[in-house]
Each structure stands twice: as C-alpha cells, then as structure tokens.
C-alpha cells in the first residue's frame, strides 16, 4: 500500500480545459460588451428588448464561433504567443462586430448616438486582446506548466516529443504552447538509462517510477509503449499506483490524435483500438441519415450553380487558348473499394497523362491552364461532384478518393491504406483542409493519418470543423 502523497498546489489544465477556458471568457468579454450597449439605451427601450437579449447574445455568441475559426484562435500553440493571440483574436472580434451591426431584425436596432456603438467596440477589442495577452503571459509561468513523465523512450517515446515541437513551432518554447513540461522518460531498457533523448533525460527504470511521482509530482503520465504486454508486471503496477495518488494516465495514440488531429498509423503494431472506432456513438447511424439528407438539398442547388457556370468556363478555356472539353471524367476507388466516375471542371490541359499515365499533380505544373490554376486555388473544379453526391457515390465531406491505379500502388507502400474506403468518399476531407496537396508516397501516408483519424472520429463536430476549415480554404484561394 502506498504512502500518501501531497500534491503541489499548481493550477494545470488539460488541452480542452484551456481552449474552453479561452471560449468561455471571450464570450463572456463580447457579451459584457453588448449588454453595456444595451443598458445606454432609454429605460423604456431596454425593458422592450429586455426578453430578446438572450437571443441577442446567442447570435453574437454563434457569429464569432464562426469568425474565430478562421483565425485559429483557440489553436493552444497561437495562444501562447502574445503577439500572434492578440492579433489573430483582435481581427476576429472586430469582423464579428461589425457583422452583428450590419445584420438586421436579428440584432438590436442601431442607437442614433454612436457613443454607444463606439462602446461595443471598444469594450469587445480591448477586452479580448487585454484578455488574450495576459493568457499568453500568464500561462507561460511555470505554475500552470502541465508535468508529465513518458513511460517508454523508444520510437513511440520520440514521436511523441517530435509531434508536441511541431504542434507549438510557433513559438519559442516548444513545449508551453500545449501547458507540457517534459520530466522526463522511464524505461526499463538497461542501454538507455542516463541517455538524454531530444532534450529529455532517462531517468529510471519501472520499479524507480512511484520514488519519481512522489519526488517530481508531475500531472500526467504517457504510456508511450504501444503494445503494452512489453510492460514488466513491477512496471504495470507502479503505473496503477500512481493513478491511485492521483496522477492522470494517458497513452501515446490519444495524446498524439489530440496533439496532431492523426492517427500514429506506424505505431499501431496489432492495436486495433489504435486505427479503428471501436466504441461508435449510440446516435451515429442517425447523424448519418441527417447528412445524406443534407448531402441532397446542397447537391441540388450546387449542381445549379455548376449549369450557370459551365457556359463561362468553357469561354474562358477557349481565350486562354485552350480549347477542349469542359468536364474531365475520371474513375476513381470509393466505398468498400467501389468504383465510379468523377467528374469535375477540366483544369489541366487536355491528354494531360498521355505520355505519363497516372501521376500526381505537382506544384507550378505545367499542364495547369491559367483558367485551371484559378479553379483549383477556388476548389471550383470540384463543384461537378455534387453529381456524385447526389448519386449517393460520395458525401460532402469524408476522404477523397484516388484513382485505383494509385490506390494499387499505395496499398503495397502504406500499411492499413485500404481503410480509408470505409465511409464514402468526400468532396472535402479532414486530410485535405489539414495538410498540403499530395505529391508523393509520403504525402499520401500523412493524408492517410488524418482520414483515419476522421474515421475514428466521425460525427457532426469534426463534419462542421471540415466545413468551416473548407470555407477558410475557399476564401483564402488556399487550394492548388
């Protein structure tokens, strides 16, 4: 039985405990702010609106969810940089408020004296950038670092730390962005006791790890050894001794899907929990009937929009001085391995693969029209698909389907790639609005991390991060 331990008093929080600390004082700052507002008003105006000011908050509550996903403000890495938090945050709060004034019925009728819309103002942008300063300011102080040790220094071990620097390159200490401080590793491997790893000591083995929790008095505990028969049983049941004083204990996949928004793929050995969705949510097979019906009523007026398009983008090939066919068809792998024929607005020029047969695009290619190179920055040349949607052949968002004499290829370098035919294929896709164009076997394996962890992970929250990040995309002419 073990001795009881004190903890220190520190004030550590957990990845969703500071981006739902960060949401919950900036609605509360852009809230305060209307309703400071509101109280200039004449008594008798105030007390007629007085039953719409919850709805007056909840709009401006769902407006800046919305704004603030395209400047990344609750990205852990980007709040810790004073500099980038401030600026991102402040340039999100100024959009949502002059939106919310623009917008009418919905919001409260505008004052004739601009005092108080000068108020609002204000009160919003210096509240949320004072706010947003003093979190990076005070959140980089050791007192609100989270400690953790890492059992296992092996390739698990190093990804993990690999994976935490990359998350937070933003700025200069790598490993506050995320609140992590790194203690140090535990292996039972006598070669590396007293090495240091990336920066990080070895610092014992299983049966020093209880002396190390009461001396360190670290937060968090990282089970990075994937196969978890290695553990020795003296190292098995120091672990469960430390959660019995209170230590939290993860494992290396769960910190490294939240760190990355991946699946560690090369880490999965026979752990099937690792790559697939084990435990499905009790209402998922109906979210999925909702989104084929919303697949459907956007297919509808998107196949509208392609009709009133098509005329313009066969005349702007034809002045470009490349004449050809407006759509281009092409078969591509769908669900449980299916094929079918995609078709989307011809970007390149035509018998762009003739003499090269299947190959990925790649950056400043020449085979890309001027006309294409614009389609492809708007993602436009994809609206075709909707065909495929309404066909029920792909959905809005889901991984996007490659050509099968690609997928033959990958399937014999990418372990597990044929996973990714699990679900229907997507228009848009977590691998495509988290990471750059694919160009070769090692994109593909990357691009393969995120789909399954959109697998893993399937539900109306992530569908509604792919919307808006597709959005931030289309707008940011980010696609190529």
Not at 12 to 36: G, P
Not at 188 to 213: E, F, M, N, S
Request: charged content about 20%.
């Amino acid at each position: 039985m073990y001795q009881n331990h004190k903890r220190q008093s520190r004030f550590s929080l957990q990845f969703s405990e500071r981006k739902l600390l960060l949401l919950v004082v900036d609605l509360f700052i852009l809230n305060s702010a209307l309703l400071l507002m509101l109280s200039l008003w004449p008594k008798s105006v105030f007390n007629w609106m007085l039953g719409r000011i919850p709805w007056y908050m909840i709009l401006l509550s769902i407006i800046w969810l919305v704004v603030s996903s395209f400047f990344s403000v609750y990205d852990l890495s980007r709040a810790a940089s004073a500099i980038n938090s401030v600026w991102s945050t402040g340039m999100a709060a100024l959009i949502t408020l002059i939106i919310y004034t623009l917008l009418p019925f919905l919001t409260p009728v505008l004052p004739k004296r601009r005092t108080q819309i000068f108020l609002l103002f204000l009160v919003g942008l210096a509240g949320i950038s004072l706010w947003r300063f003093l979190y990076a300011t005070i959140f980089s102080q050791p007192s609100f670092h989270h400690r953790a040790l890492i059992v296992g220094a092996g390739r698990s071990g190093r990804t993990l730390l690999r994976a935490v620097q990359q998350s937070s390159s933003q700025i200069e200490d790598s490993y506050l962005g995320i609140g992590y401080e790194w203690l140090g590793f535990v292996d039972d491997d006598p070669a590396k006791q007293g090495q240091v790893i990336d920066g990080v000591p070895v610092l014992g083995t299983g049966r020093d790890l209880v002396a190390l929790v009461k001396e360190l008095d670290p937060d968090e505990i990282i089970i990075a050894v994937t196969d978890t028969q290695r553990l020795s049983s003296q190292f098995f049941r120091a672990i469960l001794t430390c959660f019995e004083m209170g230590i939290h204990i993860t494992t290396f996949p769960a910190l490294y899907e939240r760190l990355t928004g991946r699946v560690p793929v090369q880490h999965a050995g026979q752990d099937l929990s690792v790559l697939l969705p084990i435990h499905r949510p009790s209402g998922l097979r109906f979210y999925l009937a909702i989104r084929r019906l919303m697949d459907v009523a956007v297919a509808i007026p998107g196949l509208v929009l392609v009709v009133l398009l098509t005329p313009f983008i066969w005349l702007g090939n034809h002045l470009s001085r490349h004449p050809g066919p407006v759509f281009y068809r092409q078969f591509r792998m769908g669900e449980n391995g299916s094929l079918f024929e995609i078709i989307k607005f011809r970007s390149m020029i035509t018998d762009a693969e003739r003499d090269t047969g299947a190959v990925w695009a790649q950056e400043n290619d020449s085979r890309i029209t001027p006309l294409g190179k614009y389609l492809r920055k708007t993602r436009l040349d994809e609206l075709p698909q909707f065909w495929n949607v309404l066909k029920g052949e792909m959905s809005l968002i889901g991984p996007r389907p490659e050509r099968p004499e690609i997928v033959a290829d990958l399937s014999e370098e990418i372990p597990f790639y044929g996973l990714r035919h699990a679900v229907k294929p997507g228009i848009t896709g977590w691998a495509q609005v988290s990471y750059r164009y694919t160009s070769s076997t090692e994109d593909s394996f990357v691009k393969l991390q995120y789909d399954l962890y959109y697998i893993k992970h399937l539900g109306p929250f992530i569908d509604l991060a792919v919307f808006l990040k597709t959005i931030q995309v289309i707008l940011g002419m980010k696609g190529r």
